[in-house]
């Protein structure tokens, strides 16, 4: 009979996962352990053996960690590291946890001072994001503000409710930035000052005539 080495039988009446996929957790990381959870039926806690020094008992424990899979980890000489849970299908791939674990791995990203400066960068990005965003929805609102204010006082004939492209809004065709159409009304008042001075005119040379 093989011996199994990373699984640890906490519940001898829970299920083990099949020999193929513990072997490829030892494959991977040789200090990885499964267990039963206490906490979730059906599931495992996944845990990583440590290296320096020895679990505490029971008693240590108690009044510590309320979290039952906590306290059945530590107890094994483990750090517990995720859950696992039991595949519906009843087809157990370890590839999706692999990645998962490989993805996690402080030193695969250059070591912890190298993720810290990582997550530090994506705070300050998603920081960025937020506040360009809520620029632009106030640059939005407050031009369809300006756009009712014009219809409702009549200086335009656009009526406030439609629609014009926004801060953000981009051509399908060549990714350029669409402007808004200009409005009929300041095509209507373009010659206003021309009709105006020229109404001015005609007045005066009527009432150059009436004093002659």
């Not at 990582?118 to 929805?137: G, H, P, V, Y």
């Not at 399908?172 to 001015?200: F, I, Q």
């Amino acid at each position: 009979m093989v011996e199994i080495r990373n699984w640890i039988a906490d519940n001898r009446n829970a299920e083990p996962p099949p020999t193929y996929f513990l072997q490829r957790l030892y494959d991977f990381d040789a200090l990885l352990v499964l267990m039963p959870s206490r906490d979730v039926p059906g599931a495992y806690v996944l845990g990583r053996r440590k290296q320096f020094g020895k679990g505490l008992t029971e008693q240590g424990l108690a009044g510590v960690y309320a979290k039952a899979d906590t306290r059945m980890a530590i107890i094994n000489g483990a750090v517990p590291v995720c859950m696992v849970m039991k595949p519906i299908s009843g087809s157990w791939s370890p590839d999706p946890l692999i990645r998962t674990l490989m993805a996690r791995d402080l030193w695969a990203h250059g070591g912890a001072d190298k993720v810290a400066d990582m997550l530090e960068a994506q705070e300050d990005a998603e920081k960025a994001a937020l506040k360009a965003s809520i620029r632009d929805d106030m640059w939005n609102r407050a031009g369809a503000q300006w756009r009712s204010y014009q219809a409702r006082t009549g200086q335009s004939s656009n009526r406030y409710h439609e629609r014009f492209p926004t801060k953000t809004q981009q051509s399908a065709a060549d990714g350029e930035v669409v402007a808004p159409k200009k409005s009929t009304g300041a095509r209507r008042t373009a010659g206003l000052g021309k009709l105006r001075t020229k109404r001015n005119a005609t007045i005066g040379r009527r009432g150059t005539k009436g004093i002659r």
